[in-house]
């Protein structure tokens, strides 16, 4: 929704690294997540990090939100073809809003040639 | 446990019948939310469940919507007179009680109205 922000596109080379960028509005939002989700499947939880960080890395996964600017990214290392899916950024938000609601971006296609 | 189960897969239906969903979250996930969500868009929020309590509904939510938890377990979402627009993928998603908020989603229901 309107709340966060995404980019729609990004490709990349398989090995090369990935990021993924998204903005959002609500400075009370507790907890960011990315989730990926593949051609005609659900959404699979990748990541989360709480407020009070600024980087969390999992594998080849890095977070890092920097909360003056609202900005959260996803950076995945040595990118495969099978990373190939649509990335949603999505904050719950800590005041006026059903605990654990998420909003959601766009999503940003990520595409990986070999 | 398997994870958020959905049930069916894919449904099509003509315009104006009635369509029912099922939800069958993780086991002791107290929280439940349903979500929609329309091509190129990212998720939205439908409505949430606590225990077998609805606690919230969105205003994307219209009359000839209803969802229930009857024992706190499994959830149903129908939808009546359906309509061409209602055609969506409907995702299903629990908590646990405690700690971070992370929602599992299920692989969703594939919704076509013709």
């Known amino acids: 929704g309107e709340d966060v922000e995404q980019s729609l596109f990004l490709s990349v080379r398989e090995g090369d690294s990935s990021v993924i960028n998204c903005t959002y509005t609500d400075s009370s939002s507790t907890y960011l997540y990315w989730y990926k989700q593949e051609p005609g499947a659900g959404l699979q939880l990748l990541t989360y990090?709480?407020?009070?960080?600024d980087m969390k890395q999992d594998q080849r996964l890095t977070v890092l939100l920097n909360k003056k600017d609202k900005h959260l990214s996803l950076r995945i290392a040595d990118t495969q073809t099978g990373d190939s899916a649509i990335y949603f950024c999505?904050?719950?938000?800590?005041?006026?809003?059903?605990?654990?609601?998420?909003?959601f971006g766009r999503g940003t296609q990520l595409t990986v040639w070999p | 446990d398997t994870g958020v189960s959905q049930d069916p897969r894919h449904k099509i239906t003509k315009r104006g019948q009635n369509v029912t969903f099922r939800c069958d979250p993780i086991?002791?996930?107290?929280?439940l939310y349903w979500y929609r969500q329309t091509l190129g868009q990212g998720p939205e929020f439908l409505t949430y469940f606590q225990n077998e309590a609805q606690l919230e509904k969105s205003r994307l939510l219209s009359d000839r919507f209803s969802a229930e938890r009857p024992k706190g377990s499994f959830s149903t979402l129908e939808i009546q007179r359906t309509e061409q627009g209602d055609s969506a993928m409907y995702l299903c998603?629990?908590?646990?009680?405690?700690?971070?908020?992370?929602?599992?989603f299920g692989q969703g229901t594939r919704l076509t109205v013709v």
């Open positions: 990090i709480f407020s009070n960080m």
């Open positions: 086991s002791e996930h107290n929280r």
């Open positions: 999505a904050e719950s938000k800590n005041r006026g809003s059903t605990l654990g609601r998420l909003y």
């Open positions: 998603a629990s908590s646990p009680p405690r700690g971070a908020p992370e929602a599992f």
